[in-house]
């Protein structure tokens, strides 16, 4: 097995929190279908970050998205539990739909934290790290938890500082032995390159509404669910 920079720097920070203490990734999204490319993305850190336990987060009403293409949650949690399920790393958690209104990954970050204080890690993409100055209290964030994005194969060096919005450039010093971006809490963000297949939610209900196959694109088990409950078809 390739070991690598990633590899090594996990095993520090176990050192640091203590043994048996779980190294936790939470994944979260709207999921609206879970597809193959979470399913690998989440594989992977899981993997290069040996993390015991990988929890997909389902959001109730995203903040950043339009809520009317948004299908039911309970369809979306579903879902996820049904692609998961051969996956003994990896569970799912309906925390941010037991709460009213909007879910902020704010709050689920510190439900967890908790519980894991020091081996806790929030996994997203690139795309969606972008946006993150548009986050609920986005500065604080960082001095919770471990982040870690992915980014796809051939993105700039992790050690480019356009990796940082410029909000956050003051609180974060490049550390080159670790090749990764420290807070001054000394949590860590972590650019991680993974082969990010090339699946988005978003083509997955195109491809629907056009009643074409979305076959290798989500888990089988996830395709029959869509088709028994008529899911994203358009109205006619
Ligand atoms: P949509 O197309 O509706 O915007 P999405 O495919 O981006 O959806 P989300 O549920 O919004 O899916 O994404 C959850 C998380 O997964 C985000 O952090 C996003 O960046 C990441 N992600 C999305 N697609 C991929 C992919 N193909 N590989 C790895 N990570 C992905």
New binding site residues.
Partial sequence: MKVDNWQWEGAEIEKKSGAGNKRIGL??????P?????L??AEEIREAFRLDEVIFIV?SI?PH?GKE?VIEAKHRLKMVSLAISGNLHFSTSDIELSRSGNSYSIDTIRFFRERHPKSLFF???????VEIETWREFQKLFSLCHFIV?ARPGSQKNNSSSFLPEALKPYFRYDSQEKGWIHLSEYRIYFKE????????????ELIEKRESVKYLVPAEVEAYIHKYGLYQKSP
């Fill in positions: 994944f979260g999204g709207t999921f609206n879970i597809h193959l490319g979470h690998r993305g959001a995203p998205k293409k996994i997203l993409g690139r795309d969606a790290f992915m993974i082969s990010f297949l090339d699946i988005s939610s978003t083509k997955v209900r």
